[in-house]
């Protein structure tokens, strides 16, 4: 059974309204015994009409000082964690660098939610080109994004660009992008990186969670061992949302523990 969810947004985030106090007292009614905030912090976002600027901007100060005040009321009913989901791309590094040390992180994601200055989440990012096109250069971001900065503990949502691709994981696998993805895998290892179960894919109607199950199976054969599981949740309604199938899947993929990060260390757990 996983009761840990290690991937979390509040009101501190940019996407989410949830006060974070209503995101904790559901983990305790759901009985999560840790769970780690990653609110959102994605420097020089592409603007947009809809989007601006500040959007994914984190007033990290503000939100440590709520996290403390809550750790405080709920100490002896959860643990909660101090996290921080980087958007990582290459001319941040020094940035990136900066901040991870000037704040006392728990545990780090690092993810890719912009390519050369689009996020998929819009269908522009897929105009002009194939479906296959798109997810391999948005895999070849990734390769960039480890090469310039890896001060992460894992990454997330390896797989993000299938989520919002105009069919989806339907003519998506492991083996399609092969190359790419041997090639950001063994580099994870390489640098004592993990990656992340999430399972908000399942949300947006993905047959698997992000990654999918053919990337889990290869990060494992190549010795992989570092595997968090985190909602994505932006809302209470999905704390620990499909953790029951996570596990299975996991399982089946040849892990037997699952990860949580205290002190940005690698604790491991039994499936």
Do not use: W
Not at 95 to 116: L, P, Q
Not at 124 to 130: C, K, L, S
Not at 185 to 200: F, S
């Amino acid at each position: 059974m996983i009761t840990a969810d290690f991937h979390m947004h509040s009101s501190f985030s940019g996407d989410s309204d949830a006060p974070m106090e209503q995101m904790i007292t559901q983990a305790i009614r759901l009985g999560m015994e840790r769970i780690c905030f990653t609110e959102h912090l994605d420097l020089d976002y592409p603007p947009s009409p809809d989007v601006p600027a500040d959007y994914f901007l984190l007033d990290t100060d503000a939100y440590r000082r709520e996290l403390t005040r809550c750790q405080e009321q709920y100490a002896g009913q959860i643990e909660i964690l101090f996290g921080v989901e980087l958007g990582l791309q290459p001319h941040l590094k020094a940035e990136h660098a900066s901040y991870v040390s000037s704040h006392a992180f728990d545990f780090i994601i690092g993810s890719s939610h912009v390519c050369n200055r689009q996020d998929p989440y819009y269908p522009a990012f897929f105009e002009g080109r194939t479906q296959e096109e798109a997810y391999g250069g948005y895999f070849s971001s990734i390769l960039e994004n480890i090469l310039a900065f890896d001060s992460f503990d894992v990454y997330g949502h390896l797989d993000y660009v299938v989520r919002y691709g105009p069919s989806q994981d339907k003519d998506y696998s492991y083996e399609r992008f092969r190359e790419i993805l041997d090639s950001i895998l063994r580099l994870l290892l390489e640098r004592g990186k993990g990656l992340e179960i999430n399972t908000g894919g399942l949300k947006y109607g993905l047959s698997q969670p992000n990654p999918c199950m053919g990337i889990l199976k290869r990060y494992r054969a190549l010795g992989g061992e570092i595997v968090t599981i985190g909602s994505d949740a932006h809302d209470p309604r999905y704390i620990g949302y499909e953790f029951a199938k996570a596990a299975e899947l996991l399982k089946e993929c040849g892990f037997r523990y699952y990860t949580t990060y205290r002190e940005r260390r690698p604790q491991f757990h039994k499936l």
